[in-house]
C-alpha cells in the first residue's frame, strides 16, 4: 500500500514558514517589551516593528529588489537586529559580513556574494576604502554610525542609516513568497583557501528557531531560557546569525540587550543595570571576563552563559561555576545554522555533586529534536554508541546549509553519502551525549595511535595555574608527531610554576588511566597569549606557523 498524500482544499492557505510570521507573537505577547543598545538607545517591540517597516521601505527607495544581496557591517547591535529582519522579509538577501577578514578575504566575500548594498558601521569604513577599486556588484553604501555626523570617508555615502530610517514610512506590506527562498548568507574561514558562502533559507531559519526553542526551552534541566529571562549575544552577530539566538528571542519577546562592541567594562555594566540574565560566548570570552578584576566585584549567579565555537574545559567551567555562573555547552558549525547539540542535564543527574555535573556541562551534549547524529568511520561504516568507540561525527537536520555558494564540488563533499561530514572526531556514550574528542586535522598521532588534542587540553586546564592551553601535534622522527602544549599561566602564579610541575601534573592521569603515557607533552611552554581566529577560537593553523 501506497503512502497517502494530502490533497488540500482550493481554498486553503499554505502558510509558509518565513521569517517575517517570528515577529508576530512578540507584537501580540508582548509589545512593550525593551531592546537596549548600550547605554544609547532603549525602545520597545512596537518600534522595533515599526523601524523594520522604514528600513525596508528605505531599502526599496533606493532600488534593492528580491533577490538582491544587501551587506552589512555593524557590531551587535538594535540595528543589525532590524537588518536581521527587515532584508530577508523583503525576499532580499541579507549578508552577514565578518568584520575581522583580511582585505583580500573581504573583497572576495563581496564580490562572490554580489552585494549590492552595504551598510556599513562608521568604524569600518577604512576596511572599505582598501578594497572599494575592486568592487564588481556594489552600488550603494549606507552609514552606520552613534557619532553626531559620520567622519569623512573617500567612500561615495549613498545615505546614513538614522536618517533614512526618519524620512520613510512605519508601513510596509512584506510579501508572504516560497519558504524555501534564500534568506541569509555568509562566509567560513577555513584552514585553507578562500573563505565558503554559506546559504540558509527561511524555512531553515525557522525551523531552527524551533529547534533552539525545544533545545533551550523544553526540557526540566539546569539550564533552561524562556520569555522572562534577559538576553544579550557576546557572539558577533556576524557569526551564524548569533548563533540564531536573536532570532529565538524576538519570538519569545524577551528583553533584548546589545552591547555594541565587545569591552569589558561596558558588558559588565550592561549585565547589571539591565540585569542580563542569558547570553551565548566562546570560552575565550568568558575567560577574559571571569579573569577581570571588575567581575569579582559583582554577583553573577543569574546569569545563564551558552559556550560554543571551542570545547570548554573542566577548568574554566569550575571557575565560572565558582563565581556563581551556569555554564552549558552547545555545539554546530558554520553549515548546520549553528545548533546540533546542548549538554542540558537529564533530570537524575540534577542532584550528582559538582565533579560530576562539570564533566556533563562540558560534554558536547544531546541532539537537539529533530537533529540525527551518527558517527561514521573511515570506510563510511556507523560507530557503535559505547562511549568508547571514535568516529567523525556526520548529521542530518532540516536546517543544515544544503552546500556551499557557487562551489558544487565542495558542496558534494560536505554532503557525500546524504549526510553533512563535520570534519570533526568523536564517540557517544550510553547515555546519548556527544563529545567532540578533535578535529580531523588537530588529532595528533604518535608511534601509531591518535591522541586527542582537546583531551589534553582539558586535563592541562584543570591545573591551578593554567589560565588558557593550547596543544598541537610537532613533528616528531621516531614518533611521528609528539604532543607539544602552549600554556597562560595565571598572573599570581607567573614565576611561581614550572613547566615541569605542569607535566608531573598531567602524568597523575596516566596513572588513572585516562590517558596513555605517549599522551603527555614532552614540550611545554609558557607563553604570554595564544593566537585567535577572527571569532575567538584558539587558532591551531596560526600556531603551527609560529612554532614549526
Same mark, same amino acid.
Given at each position: 500500500?501506497?503512502?497517502?498524500?494530502?490533497?488540500?482544499?482550493?481554498?486553503?492557505?499554505?502558510?509558509?514558514?518565513?521569517?517575517?510570521?517570528?515577529?508576530?507573537? $512578540?507584537?501580540?505577547?508582548?509589545?512593550?517589551?525593551?531592546? *537596549?543598545?548600550?547605554? %544609547?538607545?532603549?525602545?520597545?517591540?512596537?518600534?522595533?516593528?515599526?523601524?523594520?517597516?522604514?528600513?525596508?521601505?528605505?531599502?526599496? %527607495?533606493?532600488?534593492?529588489?528580491?533577490?538582491?544581496? *544587501?551587506?552589512?557591517?555593524?557590531?551587535?547591535?538594535?540595528?543589525?537586529?532590524?537588518?536581521?529582519? @527587515?532584508?530577508?522579509?523583503?525576499? @532580499?538577501?541579507?549578508?552577514?559580513?565578518?568584520?575581522?577578514?583580511?582585505?583580500?578575504?573581504?573583497?572576495?566575500?563581496?564580490?562572490?556574494?554580489?552585494?549590492?548594498?552595504?551598510?556599513?558601521?562608521?568604524?569600518?569604513?577604512?576596511?572599505?576604502?582598501?578594497?572599494?577599486?575592486?568592487?564588481?556588484?556594489?552600488?550603494?553604501?549606507?552609514?552606520?554610525?552613534?557619532?553626531?555626523?559620520? $567622519?569623512?570617508?573617500?567612500?561615495?555615502?549613498?545615505?546614513?542609516?538614522?536618517?533614512?530610517?526618519?524620512?520613510?514610512?512605519? @508601513?510596509?506590506?512584506?510579501?508572504?513568497?516560497?519558504?524555501?527562498?534564500?534568506?541569509?548568507?555568509?562566509?567560513?574561514?577555513?584552514?585553507?583557501?578562500?573563505?565558503?558562502?554559506?546559504?540558509?533559507?527561511?524555512?531553515?531559519?525557522?525551523? =531552527?528557531?524551533?529547534?533552539?526553542?525545544?533545545?533551550?526551552?523544553?526540557?526540566?534541566?539546569?539550564?533552561?531560557?524562556?520569555?522572562?529571562?534577559?538576553? !544579550?549575544?557576546?557572539?558577533? !552577530?556576524?557569526?551564524? =546569525?548569533?548563533?540564531?539566538?536573536?532570532?529565538?528571542?524576538?519570538?519569545?519577546?524577551?528583553?533584548?540587550?546589545?552591547?555594541?562592541?565587545?569591552?569589558?567594562?561596558?558588558?559588565?555594566?550592561?549585565?547589571?543595570?539591565?540585569?542580563?540574565? *542569558?547570553?551565548?560566548?566562546?570560552?575565550?570570552?568568558?575567560?577574559?571576563?571571569?579573569?577581570?578584576?571588575?567581575?569579582?566585584?559583582?554577583?553573577?549567579?543569574? /546569569?545563564?552563559?551558552?559556550?560554543? #565555537?571551542? @570545547?570548554?574545559?573542566?577548568?574554566?567551567?569550575?571557575?565560572?561555576?565558582?563565581?556563581?555562573?551556569?555554564?552549558?555547552?552547545?555545539?554546530?558549525?558554520?553549515?548546520?545554522?549553528?545548533?546540533?547539540?546542548?549538554?542540558?542535564?537529564?533530570?537524575?543527574?540534577?542532584?550528582?555533586?559538582?565533579?560530576?555535573?562539570?564533566?556533563?556541562?562540558?560534554?558536547?551534549?544531546?541532539?537537539?529534536? +529533530?537533529?540525527?547524529?551518527?558517527?561514521?568511520?573511515?570506510?563510511?561504516?556507523?560507530? $557503535?554508541?559505547?562511549?568508547?568507540?571514535?568516529?567523525?561525527?556526520?548529521?542530518?537536520?532540516? /536546517?543544515?546549509?544544503?552546500?556551499?555558494?557557487?562551489?558544487?564540488?565542495?558542496?558534494?563533499?560536505?554532503?557525500?553519502?546524504?549526510?553533512? =561530514?563535520?570534519?570533526?572526531?568523536?564517540?557517544?556514550?550510553?547515555?546519548?551525549?556527544?563529545?567532540?574528542?578533535?578535529?580531523?586535522?588537530? *588529532?595528533? %598521532?604518535?608511534? #601509531?595511535?591518535?591522541?586527542?588534542?582537546?583531551?589534553?587540553?582539558?586535563?592541562?586546564?584543570?591545573?591551578?595555574?593554567?589560565?588558557?592551553?593550547?596543544?598541537? #601535534?610537532? $613533528?616528531?622522527?621516531?614518533?611521528?608527531?609528539?604532543?607539544?602544549?602552549?600554556?597562560?599561566?595565571?598572573?599570581?602564579?607567573?614565576?611561581?610554576?614550572?613547566?615541569?610541575?605542569?607535566? +608531573?601534573?598531567?602524568?597523575?592521569?596516566?596513572?588513572?588511566?585516562?590517558?596513555? %603515557?605517549?599522551?603527555?607533552?614532552?614540550?611545554?611552554?609558557?607563553?604570554?597569549?595564544?593566537?585567535?581566529?577572527?571569532?575567538?577560537?584558539?587558532?591551531?593553523?596560526?600556531?603551527?606557523?609560529?612554532?614549526?
Amino acid at each position: 500500500m501506497s503512502i497517502r498524500k494530502i490533497e488540500p482544499t482550493d481554498s486553503a492557505f499554505n502558510y509558509p514558514l518565513i521569517i517575517k510570521n517570528i515577529l508576530r507573537t $512578540p507584537l501580540i505577547y508582548s509589545p512593550d517589551q525593551e531592546i *537596549v543598545y548600550r547605554d %544609547k538607545i532603549r525602545y520597545t517591540y512596537r518600534t522595533l516593528e515599526e523601524r523594520i517597516a522604514k528600513l525596508a521601505n528605505a531599502l526599496e %527607495k533606493i532600488g534593492v529588489k528580491q533577490g538582491d544581496t *544587501v551587506a552589512v557591517m555593524d557590531w551587535d547591535s538594535h540595528r543589525y537586529l532590524e537588518c536581521f529582519f @527587515a532584508i530577508p522579509m523583503m525576499g @532580499a538577501v541579507l549578508h552577514t559580513i565578518n568584520i575581522r577578514l583580511s582585505p583580500e578575504q573581504l573583497i572576495y566575500t563581496i564580490n562572490h556574494a554580489e552585494d549590492k548594498v552595504i551598510l556599513v558601521n562608521s568604524d569600518f569604513l577604512p576596511m572599505l576604502e582598501a578594497v572599494k577599486d575592486q568592487f564588481e556588484t556594489v552600488k550603494q553604501i549606507i552609514v552606520l554610525t552613534d557619532l553626531d555626523s559620520p $567622519p569623512e570617508t573617500s567612500l561615495t555615502i549613498d545615505g546614513e542609516y538614522e536618517q533614512l530610517i526618519k524620512d520613510s514610512g512605519d @508601513a510596509y506590506d512584506f510579501p508572504n513568497f516560497d519558504e524555501n527562498t534564500m534568506a541569509t548568507t555568509f562566509y567560513t574561514t577555513g584552514t585553507t583557501g578562500l573563505p565558503k558562502g554559506v546559504f540558509f533559507s527561511h524555512r531553515q531559519l525557522v525551523l =531552527h528557531t524551533y529547534g533552539l526553542m525545544s533545545g533551550l526551552c523544553a526540557y526540566k534541566s539546569m539550564f533552561s531560557v524562556n520569555s522572562e529571562d534577559v538576553y !544579550m549575544p557576546l557572539t558577533p !552577530m556576524f557569526h551564524v =546569525h548569533a548563533w540564531g539566538v536573536p532570532y529565538l528571542c524576538t519570538m519569545m519577546g524577551t528583553k533584548q540587550v546589545y552591547p555594541g562592541r565587545y569591552e569589558p567594562e561596558m558588558i559588565m555594566k550592561l549585565i547589571m543595570k539591565e540585569k542580563v540574565t *542569558v547570553s551565548h560566548c566562546v570560552p575565550t570570552i568568558i575567560h577574559m571576563i571571569i579573569s577581570s578584576p571588575a567581575a569579582k566585584q559583582f554577583d553573577l549567579s543569574n /546569569w545563564k552563559v551558552i559556550i560554543g #565555537g571551542s @570545547a570548554l574545559s573542566k577548568g574554566l567551567c569550575r571557575q565560572a561555576l565558582e563565581q556563581g555562573i551556569n555554564l552549558t555547552s552547545a555545539y554546530g558549525m558554520s553549515e548546520t545554522c549553528p545548533l546540533l547539540t546542548v549538554a542540558n542535564f537529564k533530570p537524575h543527574m540534577l542532584d550528582w555533586d559538582i565533579e560530576k555535573q562539570v564533566a556533563i556541562r562540558c560534554k558536547t551534549g544531546l541532539p537537539v529534536p +529533530n537533529v540525527i547524529l551518527e558517527l561514521f568511520d573511515p570506510e563510511g561504516n556507523p560507530v $557503535p554508541h559505547d562511549g568508547k568507540s571514535t568516529g567523525e561525527v556526520v548529521v542530518r537536520s532540516p /536546517w543544515l546549509t544544503q552546500g556551499y555558494l557557487k562551489d558544487p564540488e565542495k558542496s558534494e563533499t560536505l554532503w557525500e553519502g546524504g549526510w553533512l =561530514h563535520t570534519g570533526d572526531i568523536g564517540y557517544i556514550d550510553t547515555e546519548g551525549y556527544l563529545q567532540i574528542t578533535d578535529r580531523i586535522k588537530d *588529532v595528533i %598521532k604518535t608511534g #601509531g595511535e591518535w591522541i586527542s588534542s582537546l583531551e589534553l587540553e582539558d586535563i592541562i586546564s584543570q591545573h591551578k595555574a593554567v589560565s588558557e592551553v593550547a596543544v598541537i #601535534g610537532m $613533528p616528531d622522527e621516531k614518533w611521528g608527531e609528539r604532543p607539544f602544549a602552549l600554556v597562560v599561566l595565571k598572573e599570581e602564579f607567573k614565576g611561581k610554576t614550572t613547566e615541569e610541575e605542569i607535566l +608531573n601534573f598531567c602524568m597523575k592521569f596516566v596513572e588513572e588511566g585516562k590517558i596513555p %603515557k605517549y599522551g603527555v607533552p614532552n614540550k611545554l611552554t609558557f607563553v604570554e597569549t595564544i593566537a585567535k581566529t577572527s571569532v575567538g577560537k584558539i587558532n591551531k593553523k596560526e600556531i603551527r606557523k609560529q612554532y614549526p
